[in-house]
C-alpha cells in the first residue's frame, strides 16, 4: 500500500511540476510483442513423424500488447501508467499486468533514440482464482521518436505448475505518440 501511495504522490508531483510549465505534456504507447522460448524438439532427430518438427533454436512461445498513457519531459523522460494482456502459450497462461512505467529516451542520431524503460508493477492471472503477483519488465529498444524495435525480459512473480515465477523474453514493436498542448494561459 505504501508503494501505491508513494506512486501515486510522485505522479501527482511531476504532473503538478509539468503543468507549471505552462504546457502539459503526454503521451500514448501501445506494443506488441512475442516471447519465445528455447525449441524444446531441437534434439529430436530428423526421422520425426511430427510435421512440427523445427530445427530453430527459439520458437515462439505468446503474444502480447501493451498500452500506455503517462506525461513526458521533451520526449526524453516519460512517466506513464501501462496495462495489457499476455498469452503464454506453453504455460497455459493469460495474465494482465498493471504497472508504472519509467522511460529513458536519449537521441544518439539525428532522428534515432535509444529507449530504456523499467516497469513495476501488479501482475493478475485470468480465470486462474485470485492468483496475482509482483510485475517487473526491463525492455531495450531503438527507433525514433515515433516508432520503436526493442527487445524486453519480464517477469510475473507468482508461483504456476511448479515453477516459483513466470519469465519471459520478447521481441516487439513499439508506437508512441507525443502530444503538446499550450496552456490557455502561456502568452
Partial sequence: MKRILLVIA???FFSSFIHSQASKFTYTQFDIAVSITGNPDRDNSIDSS?????NAFFVPNGLGSQIGYGVHYKKWLTLGVHSGIDW???????????????G??????????????VGYGKGFALGRGNLNGEYKKLK????SDDFTIFAEISDYAFPLHNEKSIGA???GVTIQDFFYYKSETSE
Avoid: C, H
Fill in 10 to 12: 510522485f505522479t501527482t
Fill in 50 to 54: 511430427e510435421s512440427s518438427y523445427s
Fill in 88 to 102: 503464454k502459450w506453453d504455460n497455459k497462461l493469460v495474465a494482465v499486468p498493471v504497472f508504472l512505467n519509467l
Fill in 104 to 117: 529513458l529516451n536519449p537521441k544518439v542520431g539525428v532522428d534515432t533514440r535509444i529507449m530504456l524503460q
Fill in 140 to 143: 531495450l529498444g531503438i527507433g
Fill in 169 to 171: 523474453i520478447s521481441f
